[in-house]
């Protein structure tokens, strides 16, 4: 059973940090590019960073120099290390996992980020 299981979440400040994690299982993590987006209420899903295989790494204009993704395969895990936070940042954060060979695709259920004064 694959599972994606986000964390790190929560309630900050403007201009405060968050590092969300993504843990993945049951899949073979090395070969499954890794993305973070975000969702609201009012907009659709939308992709915020992306890391491939082999460590590269793309991101929206709206969070470059902001936000850095990462991963670690030894841990299953992709992260989002998130600085200079701001209002409009406020999203649930789900990762996905996307197999570099076939049409697969696995979704976490999310983790809420709340930035607010």
């Known amino acids: 059973q694959v599972q994606l299981v986000e964390s790190g979440g929560g309630l900050v400040e403007p201009g405060g940090s968050l590092r969300l994690s993504c843990v993945a299982s049951?899949?073979?993590?090395?070969?499954?590019?890794m993305y973070w987006y975000r969702q609201t209420p009012e907009k659709e899903r939308e992709l915020v960073a992306g890391?491939?295989?082999?460590?590269?790494?793309n991101y929206v204009d709206f969070v470059k120099g902001r936000f850095t993704i990462s991963r670690d395969n030894a841990k299953n895990t992709v992260f989002l290390q998130m600085n200079r936070l701001k209002l409009e940042d406020t999203a649930v954060y789900l990762c996905?996992?996307?197999?570099?060979?076939?049409?697969?695709?696995?979704w976490g259920q999310g983790t809420q980020v709340t930035v607010s004064s």
């Open positions: 890391i491939s295989r082999n460590g590269s790494t």
């Open positions: 049951g899949i073979t993590f090395s070969l499954y590019t």
């Open positions: 996905l996992a996307k197999f570099d060979r076939g049409p697969l695709d696995y």
